[in-house]
């Protein structure tokens, strides 16, 4: 991969002298969905699979990017005195977006770069390519430029550019598990005040697989932010009886005391999911301690059908793959994972019905929706750096 980019770098921009190579991983959320912008619990992990980039500074300040994986659009240019977000840049937001961050939190990039780009996770899939662009740009400008700062900034920072440059009010597990991320292990975070741990994932003859819906899905257009206005809905109506800063801070038991004050039966569910999800992701975390892994599988199930029924952030795409997965004998637990509405399922599966699985899921899936799934086995990897 190195020779590769580095070539393809040359090409591009005419040698690749002083370039540097890195790479940031994409990530995976286990269990806690939708609980992140609600103070509450999340299990993801980063992969192996994530964005490699080649970068370099300019003498002036022209910003030029290149995405092997975008290669029509060719040399997108831009400049640093042009921070602001553009249609037109298209992907090329997601780095800007970072660099302006930067500068706002006191750390103006002071020269322009070359940066080219190759990434491996499938795009839109719901394995966050675009918080994987996010930190691996924060890390470039970290080390080509010598900003203080530690890989929970470059996570912070990363949410703080897709809130406030890209428009998406995303909570901060993506880049979390993607700066923080290590290999064989899960971040237990909460979101409530960003303490961690790190647990081993010890899946005796199972793996993780990813089963990708081929719905695109662009977080913006989404329903993302409406979802999030609910709870924040919800969350006002139950303050004014409960002394609660965020749904993460009730147990099933005081929500089920204090639904009533919420009018809506729609935002009802809504915060029901948040204050159960997280009480699941704790159970799961648990469970794995206890080596118990067939009751982390139930949790993942649950947190599904509750992403499907109360949160309805689902559709027939995801739907489809978990439930034909949950039909398959050795899958220990399926759920959709990420934002939802289109991406990826991720599922638990013994390492003998791999084969199986990957089947009868696709099979049933291609029948019902018309289109192909595509399957990937994922191992978990590091967090960023320079390769
Ligand atoms: C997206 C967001 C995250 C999180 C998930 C849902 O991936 O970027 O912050 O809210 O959706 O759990």
């Keep these: 991969m190195k020779e590769v980019i580095l070539q393809r770098f040359a090409d591009i921009y005419g040698d690749a002298q002083g370039a540097q190579i890195y790479f940031a991983p994409g990530r995976v959320n286990l269990i806690g969905e939708h609980t992140d912008y609600n103070g509450g619990h999340v299990f993801p992990c980063a992969l192996t699979i994530g964005t490699y980039g080649v970068a370099r500074k300019r003498q002036d300040r022209k910003l030029r990017f290149y995405s092997m ?18 249609p037109r840049a298209d ?29 491996n996770i499938p795009n839109g899939s719901g394995l966050s390519s675009s918080a ?12 080509l430029f010598g900003f203080e700062v530690t890989n929970q900034d470059l996570a912070l920072i990363g949410q703080y550019s897709e809130n406030r440059f890209n428009g998406v009010n995303c909570g901060i597990m993506d880049q979390f598990a993607i700066a ?26 199972a793996k993780i697989v990813i089963a990708c819906s081929n719905k695109k899905r662009g977080l913006g257009d989404s329903k993302y932010n409406e979802r999030r206005g609910e709870c924040e809905a919800a969350l006002a109506e139950l303050q004014k009886e409960c002394e609660i800063k965020s749904l993460g801070e009730l147990t099933e038991e005081e929500f089920e005391k204090h639904k009533g004050s919420i009018e809506s039966e729609v935002r009802r569910r809504r ?72 991406g990826c399922t991720v599922s638990i599966v013994k390492d003998e019905a791999i084969d199986d699985f990957i089947a009868r899921v696709g099979d049933a899936y291609r029948e019902k929706i018309g289109y192909n799934a595509d399957f990937y086995v994922v191992e978990i990897g590091d967090g960023p750096r320079k390769l």
């Design 69 to 86: 994986n975008f290669e029509k659009l060719g040399v997108l240019e831009s400049s640093l005195d042009e921070l602001s977000p553009d």
């Design 91 to 119: 992907w090329t937001n997601y780095p800007k977006g970072v660099i302006w961050a930067f500068g706002e939190k006191g750390m103006k990039v002071p020269t322009g770069m070359d940066i080219l780009l190759n990434g």
């Design 132 to 143: 994987s662009v996010e930190v691996l740009t924060g890390f470039i400008l970290r080390d």
């Design 180 to 205: 923080m991320g290590r290999e064989e292990h899960a971040i237990f975070l909460d979101t409530a005040d960003l303490s961690y741990e790190y647990a081993p994932i010890r899946l005796k003859n």
């Design 271 to 342: 915060a029901k999911h948040a204050v159960y999800e997280n009480r699941r992701t704790v159970l799961a975390v648990q469970a794995l301690q206890d080596n118990d892994v067939a009751a982390f599988g139930q949790l993942m199930n649950a947190s599904h059908v509750s992403l499907r029924d109360d949160y309805e952030v689902t559709g027939m795409e995801l739907d489809t793959l978990v439930e034909e997965a949950w039909k398959v004998e050795g899958v220990i637990g399926s759920r959709m994972t990420g934002a939802g509405f289109g």
